[in-house]
T-cell receptor, first 110, second 115 residues
Framework: DAGVTQSPTHLIKTRGQHVTLRCSPISGHKSVSWYQQVLGQGPQFIFQYYEKEERGRGNFPDRFSARQFPNYSSELNVNALLLGDSALYLC?????????FGPGTRLTVT | QQQVKQSPQSLIVQKGGISIINCAYENTAFDYFPWYQQFPGKGPALLIAIRPDVSEKKEGRFTISFNKSAKQFSLHIMDSQPGDSATYFCAASMNRGSTLGRLYFGRGTQLTVWP
């Protein structure tokens, strides 16, 4: 079975630009969560979606938004990029307690 | 504030030795405690997890010990191997309200196993 997939793998953007990251969950999983992992730290929760509805939001500015589609895939959007947004963005899918992470998208903002 | 505190930050162990990583939490509403293993450039991989109704869970060389009264849990890696060299994260979550399944991570422990 395919695990969680994310695209793109790497991305380089300039300050002020917008970025869209994509995630496909494990088949049968209806919940998708997004996390930001800055180098040397643990992942920080950004959003959780279940059945296309937002179920939770972490302490991130409104520049961050997300949505979940009918096939349970998800997009994370970040507007007006800042240098501090440079990080590994992780998507996790779950159907119960266990959350399974994808390989992440490495975003570099210059 | 950091909801889950993890120590040590780094750990060096000889091949065949026991690696021990500790975590502590404050929020008694947490009811699920997973450990993740992360290799450079990869996403975290779920290693083993425990619920607070048991004090220990073992899967192969990996054991979680859980002390509910002390609000602490630890990961023991028996017979540590060079291939275990990675960053390990403890985490906690609570399944209630709007924060269903949100994981709170520790800062991570970088484990190096010398051959």
């Amino acid at each position: 079975d395919a695990g969680v997939t994310q695209s793109p793998t790497h991305l380089i953007k300039t300050r002020g630009q917008h970025v869209t990251l994509r995630c496909s969950p494990i088949s049968g999983h209806k919940s998708v969560s997004w996390y930001q992992q800055v180098l040397g730290q643990g992942p920080q929760f950004i959003f959780q979606y279940y059945e296309k509805e937002e179920r939770g939001r972490g302490n991130f500015p409104d520049r961050f938004s997300a949505r979940q589609f009918p096939n349970y895939s998800s997009e994370l959007n970040v507007n007006a990029l800042l240098l501090g947004d440079s990080a590994l963005y992780l998507c996790a899918s779950s159907w119960s307690y266990e959350q399974y992470f994808g390989p992440g998208t490495r975003l570099t903002v210059t | 504030q950091q909801q889950v505190k993890q120590s040590p930050q780094s750990l060096i162990v000889q091949k065949g030795g026991i690696s021990i990583i500790n975590c502590a939490y404050e929020n008694t509403a947490f009811d699920y405690f997973p450990w993740y293993q992360q290799f450079p450039g990869k996403g975290p991989a779920l290693l083993i997890a425990i619920r607070p109704d048991v004090s220990e869970k073992k899967e192969g060389r990996f054991t979680i010990s859980f002390n509910k009264s002390a609000k602490q849990f630890s990961l023991h890696i028996m017979d540590s191997q060079p291939g275990d060299s990675a960053t390990y994260f403890c985490a906690a979550s609570m399944n209630r309200g709007s924060t269903l399944g949100r994981l709170y991570f520790g800062r991570g422990t970088q484990l190096t196993v010398w051959p």
